[in-house]
């Protein structure tokens, strides 16, 4: 059972825009920024979203993140094949003093 | 660039331990914070705790507590992760990652990750 709650999957068509939602608390997303990352098959996780809406230099602009209250949201535009992965969404806990994490949602171009 | 390098894969015995390595390139060693970070086998990243490698300062999960040890060697910019009294449900990849710039002692984020070390617990 993971602290923050994400949808298990979500699928859209090339071109498309999908959001993935990820619920957390007042000790977690509510009071703490949220990082997103993006699990290709077998590799390792890879920084997507930083404190909320930020993107690292190389992610590409159609990646983009926001939070409200004890909710953030990943969206992704402009749905490519290549976008097929797992996406975590991550937040700090203060009562837990410790990172935590969504169970992650399996994103499926078709 | 930035580059964390894990150890091989091990294969454990329950009740053994293990200790993987992860070694860092690409930076100042003592200036970030280093997360270790597990995935079980189609589940999902379960954070295990963090090491402070300027002074070796260590913050764990709660569920690791008493069973984990994380140490660092500044002198090849080494963080290991130990892990005792094996189980299989420990049976996993083992993550390290290193904090982003943003990091303090309240809060910490997981930025570049290494490439991961499979962990089996098999008798």
């Known amino acids: 059972q993971s602290v923050l709650t994400q949808p298990p999957s979500a699928s859209g068509t090339p071109g498309q825009r999908v959001t993935i939602s990820c619920s957390g608390s007042?000790?977690?997303?509510?009071?703490?920024?949220v990082y997103w990352y993006q699990q290709l098959p077998g590799t390792a996780p890879k920084l997507l979203i930083y404190?909320?809406?930020q993107r690292p230099s190389g992610v590409p602009d159609r990646f983009s993140g926001s939070k409200s209250g004890t909710s953030a949201s990943l969206a992704i535009s402009g749905l490519r094949s290549e976008d097929e992965a797992d996406y975590y969404c991550?937040?700090?806990?203060?009562?837990?003093?410790?990172?935590?994490f969504g169970g992650g949602t399996k994103l499926t171009v078709l | 660039q930035v580059q964390l390098v894990q150890s091989g894969a091990e294969v454990k015995k329950p009740g053994a331990s293990v200790k993987v390595s992860c070694k860092a390139s690409?930076?100042?060693?003592?200036?970030?914070?280093m997360h270790w970070v597990r995935q079980a086998p189609g589940q999902g990243l379960e954070w295990m705790g963090i090491?402070?490698?300027?002074?070796?300062?260590?913050s764990y999960a709660q569920k690791f507590q008493g069973r984990v040890t994380m140490t660092r060697d500044t002198s090849t910019s080494t963080v290991y992760m130990e892990l005792s009294s094996l189980r299989s449900e420990d049976t996993a990849v083992y993550y390290c990652?290193?904090?982003?710039?943003?990091?303090?002692?309240?809060?910490?984020?997981?930025?570049?990750w290494g490439q991961g070390t499979l962990v089996t617990v098999s008798s």
């Open positions: 404190r909320n809406n």
């Open positions: 090491i402070n490698p300027s002074g070796g300062s260590t």
């Open positions: 690409g930076y100042t060693f003592t200036s970030y914070y």
């Open positions: 991550a937040a700090w806990d203060d009562s837990l003093s410790a990172v935590v």
């Open positions: 990652a290193r904090g982003d710039p943003y990091c303090s002692s309240t809060s910490c984020y997981p930025n570049y």
């Open positions: 007042s000790s977690n997303i509510g009071s703490n920024y």
